[in-house]
């Protein structure tokens, strides 16, 4: 398993494999022994089996709507997020929502189409973990998180925008 | 005019950095092709038909001297020695090499510009009436809302990826649209409400391109301090659900279609409620710190020329047709505005050489306190010119072939480059400009006309701005063969509408005479006070069609 860049840069083993969604029909295949991401959508119908269970935690896709998840975030260890393709822009806006607006305070992982460019913008946003794609160079991952010494706005890492801090 | 201070001069130059090293990536082919595009675009690289092609960010249109004078030396190292003012008050490179374009961003950013956010799916340069802070009937100068709106979204973390690109512009005048607000994603109006408090009627959902629409307003008030949260909240709204599967769809004004305005409305209402209070909101100290930037130059006590310049308008003609139309009423008395017309038949519109930019640079420095303004017609404005040197100034103009005294009217010609540049443009369009000007060669002509705006676009992207032209000529492509067809009716203005299409198309060497039998046709049916729109709209499109396929 490809490992995973936590936000300061460094990188440590995955210990989440992606449970994809079961075709219609089939039934979510949990494997043994390992820590699951299942669909978010399929963790709220089975709240009652699966809160509290540690090793159990959700992921979005790019379409979903974080909002199902209102008021059960932080009952998850883990929430993850898929870029389909690096050039969907929606899970941005998905991990600034689970921050911003539902509270949720524990790992927001970016999966999926995870490019070295976009890591700066993923951890203005909130994500904290990374699962880069496997064929870029990870050892460029803590440069790129840190590209920008500072930004414009306000986002999920600083209540401070450049107009705010310019005026203290 | 805005000053970095440290922070932006920061970025910036993190900006360059960042694009040197991913140049870098893709020369190495560790950025693979379509990994690599959308940083490009975001950096204002497009790949031409001829050569890439970069955009240079001019926010809002404002330019001094000294930045002029970067862009000639550029155009100089890196170029043919000449660029393009663009339709949205930007700058364009025609022939620079890929690998060269980290060292003239490194160029730029040393006179405090840029190419961020002119090409892609983000944020574009937001743009502006080119008359902001000097003309008289504004509410207030829009131009700090379109810093404080360019700081925003600059290199913003949320809305970097969009389901398309998205452009905002500000009008600050009552009566008068010059940054055609209402054919833009979002259009700004700044108003006063009854209680006299400032802020903005918001337009959303405006556009050209394949599917034009005149945008409707999604809300009539919106306090100023509130510009950026509301902002921020239209943009995730259109981030989460504009459409993604059909790049002809995803635009903001499908999205607006789709929900309706009102429905559309209430998905920003409802998003808003939650952010209105966040960090994000403006506070006043903020919105003055960007204020003083653009205060008033250190204009002298003067008193109207008027006098002098009817004496100089009685002794030469061409002098008085040059003021009566190149040159605008200014806030200030003793003072005016000038507009230098950068469509000298024979070049393409809003083409400049290395040496012309210099001296607009001269004559910024010389004559109007070191600035300049881009306009969206693509000509280029002296904003604050003392009234008893503009014979002076006018007798300077001629030679260096800015001094065409057609603004505004039919020669004027709003242009994108077209197929000799373009890769997306399906006919050229400069040729068909020229073709214009030289058949409508009369000045006496052109003004008995009045004011009327054509635009030509090389293809559907519409960069020529063919939809709101009183004429409008569309370039298309008809089984390998340049064709143009032709819309009539169509205003950037307060007044907004979209151009109705005339009929079937025509052949590059017919359009001369077509525009002929069309101005025929007004001359024939107007009356004594009506501009070409004002015809138009009163009679419509049919005796324009019986003539033209007589």
Redesign the interface.
């Known amino acids: 398993m490809p490992d995973i860049i936590f936000r300061d840069g460094t990188v440590h083993q995955n210990q989440w494999v992606v449970v994809p969604r079961p075709d219609a029909g089939e039934s979510l295949d949990i494997p043994e022994n390992r820590r699951a991401l299942i669909p978010a959508d399929l963790w709220l119908a089975g709240r009652e089996h699966f809160v509290g269970k540690a090793h159990i935690g959700v992921w979005f896709d790019s379409h979903d709507e974080p909002e199902i998840l209102a008021g059960h975030v932080n009952e998850l260890p883990v929430i993850a997020v898929n870029f389909p393709k690096f050039s969907d822009g929606r899970g941005y806006s998905i991990a600034r929502l689970l921050r911003e607006r539902f509270g949720y305070d524990n790992e927001l992982r970016a999966i999926g189409d995870v490019l070295l460019d976009q890591l700066q913008f993923m951890k203005r946003c909130g994500f904290d973990t990374y699962e880069l794609r496997p064929d870029k160079d990870i050892r460029k991952a803590a440069g790129a998180l840190n590209f920008f010494s500072q930004g414009y706005q306000a986002a999920t890492d600083t209540d401070l925008p450049l107009f705010r801090r310019r005026a203290s | 005019m805005y000053v970095y ?1 440290e ?1 932006d001069r ?2 910036v130059a ?2 360059v ?2 694009f040197r090293d ?1 140049t870098q990536r893709a020369l190495a082919g ?2 693979a092709e379509d ?1 690599f595009l ?2 490009r675009l975001q950096n204002g690289l497009y790949v031409q038909r001829l050569a890439p092609m970069l955009r240079i960010c001019v926010p809002y249109g404002m330019l001094r001297s000294v930045q002029l004078r970067r862009l000639a030396r550029i155009t100089r190292d890196y170029d043919k020695g000449y660029a393009h003012f663009t339709t949205r008050q930007n700058v364009q490179l025609n022939w620079p090499a890929l690998e060269d374009v980290p060292d003239i961003l490194a160029e730029l950013a040393e006179v405090e510009m840029h190419a961020n956010q002119t090409s892609g ?1 983000c944020i574009r340069n937001t743009t502006t009436d080119q008359f902001a802070g000097v003309q008289s009937d504004e509410i207030t100068d829009p131009r700090p809302y379109c810093e ?1 709106i360019r ?2 979204s ?10 398309r690109k998205f452009k905002v512009a500000v009008n600050a005048s009552e009566q008068t649209d010059r940054a055609a607000i209402r054919l833009h994603d979002i259009g700004l109006q700044i108003v006063r409400n009854d209680a006299g408090d400032l802020g903005f009627r918001v337009h959303v959902g405006g556009g050209l391109g394949r599917t034009p629409m005149v945008a409707p307003v999604i809300r009539e008030f919106l306090p100023e301090l509130d510009l950026l949260t509301y902002l921020e909240a239209i943009l ?1 709204v259109y ?2 659900y504009g459409r ?1 599967d059909n790049k002809f769809k995803a635009r903001i004004k499908i999205l607006v279609k789709a929900l309706t305005p009102q429905g559309f409305a209430e998905k920003v209402e409802a998003e808003w409620a ?1 952010i209105r209070d ?3 909101r ?2 006043p ?2 919105i003055q ?1 960007i204020q003083a930037y653009f205060t008033e130059p250190a204009y002298g006590e003067l008193d109207n020329a008027s006098d002098l310049l009817a004496q100089q308008r009685f002794e030469n003609r061409a002098f008085d047709q040059w003021l009566q139309h190149n040159v605008d009423t200014h806030k200030k008395p003793g003072y005016a505005i000038v507009s230098l017309t950068m469509k000298k038949t024979g070049t393409p519109p809003g083409d400049v050489t290395d040496k012309q930019l210099e001296q607009i640079a001269d004559l910024a420095d010389e004559f109007s306190f070191g600035e300049v303004r881009v306009t969206h017609q693509q000509n280029v404005v002296l904003a604050d010119v003392r009234q008893d040197r503009l014979l002076e100034l006018w007798q300077l103009l001629g030679p260096m072939g800015f001094g065409t005294a057609n603004l505004n009217t039919l020669t004027d010609i709003i242009c994108c480059p077209g197929g000799d540049f373009c890769a997306l443009a399906n006919a050229k369009s400069i040729p068909v400009a020229e073709a214009i000007q030289r058949r409508f060669d009369n000045l006496d002509f052109l003004y008995d006309l009045g004011e009327i705006n054509l635009n030509i676009s090389g293809c559907m992207n519409a960069c020529g701005h063919h939809h709101v032209g009183s004429i409008g000529v569309l370039g298309v492509d008809k089984k390998g063969q340049e064709f143009y067809q032709i819309s009539l009716g169509g205003s950037s203005q307060h007044d907004a509408s979209i151009g109705k299409i005339l009929g079937p198309s025509f052949a590059r060497d017919e359009m001369p005479d077509v525009i002929a039998k069309i101005i025929d046709v007004y001359v024939n049916k107007r009356t004594a006070e009506e501009t070409f729109l004002d015809t138009y709209r009163r009679v419509g499109i049919d005796p324009f069609k019986e003539r033209v396929y007589a």
């Open positions: 201070d922070h920061q970025m993190e900006r950095a960042q991913q560790e950025l990994e959308p940083l799916n404080i700081q925003w600059t290199f913003h973390p949320e809305f970097a990826f969009l389901p995730r981030n989460r993604r939650h966040s960090p994000t403006l506070t100290e903020a710190r």
